[in-house]
């Protein structure tokens, strides 16, 4: 008698998930991004940090962070989008959030963020986070 099992793309339960960190670099400086969603029953939403690599404060609007929420595992069909939010005063992190979606559904997290080079913003994508289901 033999056993077998599959596995594929699953989507956890209310709580968080989070995507692999990223990495890009600018003129400027080195940075660290990730995106994650957070489920609770009948309620989803997503947001997008970035950091500036090695730790080291980033001066005011030099790195900036928008939380897009997408549906069921896609980086094309996006719920909503939260605004895209800059360092205003000298920090180490920012995080922005997207909009809070009601109902159940199954998430994932998919952000944007910028990075000054001197002259503009690069802007960069995370990877997607994992699915979770509200």
Same mark, same amino acid.
């Given at each position: 008698m033999g056993f077998s099992a599959g596995y594929g793309a699953t989507a956890a339960f209310a709580g968080t998930a989070y995507s692999?960190?990223?990495y890009f670099t600018t003129a400027y400086s080195g940075w660290k991004t990730q995106a994650y969603v957070v489920t609770s029953t009948g309620s989803a939403t997503a947001a997008?940090?970035?950091?500036?690599?090695?730790?080291?404060?980033?001066p005011a609007g030099y790195m900036g962070a928008?939380?897009?929420?997408?549906? &069921? +595992? !896609?980086?094309?069909?996006m719920s909503c989008e939260g605004t895209t939010h800059? &360092? +205003? !005063?000298?920090?180490?992190?920012?995080?922005a959030g997207s909009?809070?979606?009601?109902g159940g559904g199954t998430w994932n997290s998919y952000g944007v963020t910028y990075g000054w080079t001197g002259t503009?913003?690069?802007a960069n994508y995370t990877f997607s986070s994992p699915n979770q289901t509200s």
């Open positions: 692999a960190y990223g997008t940090t970035i950091q500036r690599t090695p730790s080291a404060s980033a928008r939380g897009r929420l997408f549906i &069921n +595992g !896609s980086t094309t069909n800059y &360092n +205003g !005063s000298a920090a180490t992190l920012l995080t909009c809070i979606h009601s503009a913003y690069s």
